[in-house]
T-cell receptor, first 114, second 113 residues
């Protein structure tokens, strides 16, 4: 297993366009997380899945954001009608379903909205 | 609520110098504490962790002790190397059903030969 994989690594889009990112977690991990990191800040939690169920969403996740994990494997994060404030690094992480187990992070997708 | 306050950077040290990066936290209950490291061009990697008070996490010569009485988890290394140049993030977790992490703002360390 090569770890958590995210695609694309970079995305430049025009304001108002929709974008979709993909995350492939470590295969045996049932938990999958999305975080957002802006310049000079630490990552901030957006949402998480336990298998295919989305169990928690942060207040940061506006109505324009939607995440799915249809078969409990890979996940997608879609942002509709992008705004310049959406420019950030979007990080995916996965972990086993065990209390306080370690989260493994992907390299992230850097989104630039112009 | 949960929060992590981390020593602001950037920090520049000479090779073989002693490193301390301060981290304090606010949380209810008994969180787990972590240090993550991000090397240039790479993703976040777990450096070390501690899951209860007085635990010491250690890895690659780095150490941090979970101090409940001072709500701190300071990162230390006795002799840094150029290869330690990276951004270091303190984080807490285990406070919600999601077990998601709350991160500090990160400290950039540059080690010069």
């Amino acid at each position: 297993d090569t770890g958590v994989s995210q695609n694309p690594r970079h995305k430049i889009t025009k304001r108002g366009q929709n974008v979709t990112f993909r995350c492939d977690p470590i295969s045996e991990h049932n938990r999958l997380y999305w975080y957002r990191q802006t310049l000079g800040q630490g990552p901030e939690f957006l949402t998480y899945f336990q298998n295919e169920a989305q169990l928690e969403k942060s207040r940061l996740l506006s109505d324009r954001f939607s995440a799915e994990r249809p078969k409990g494997s890979f996940s997608t994060l879609e942002i509709q009608r992008t705004e310049q404030g959406d420019s950030a690094m979007y990080l995916c992480a996965s972990s086993l379903w065990a209390d306080r187990s370690e989260a493994f992070f992907g390299q992230g997708t850097r989104l630039t909205v112009v | 609520g949960n929060s992590v306050t981390q020593m602001e950077g950037p920090v520049t040290l000479s090779e073989e110098a002693f490193l301390t990066i301060n981290c304090t936290y606010t949380a209810t209950g008994y969180p787990s504490l972590f240090w993550y490291v991000q090397y240039p061009g790479e993703g976040l990697q777990l450096l070390l962790k501690a899951t209860k008070a007085d635990d010491k996490g250690s890895n690659k010569g780095f150490e941090a002790t979970y101090r409940k009485e001072t709500t701190s988890f300071h990162l230390e290394k006795g002799s840094v190397q150029v290869s330690d140049s990276a951004v270091y993030f303190c984080a807490l977790g285990g406070q919600t059903g999601a077990n998601n992490l709350f991160f500090g703002t990160g400290t950039r360390l540059t080690v010069i030969p």
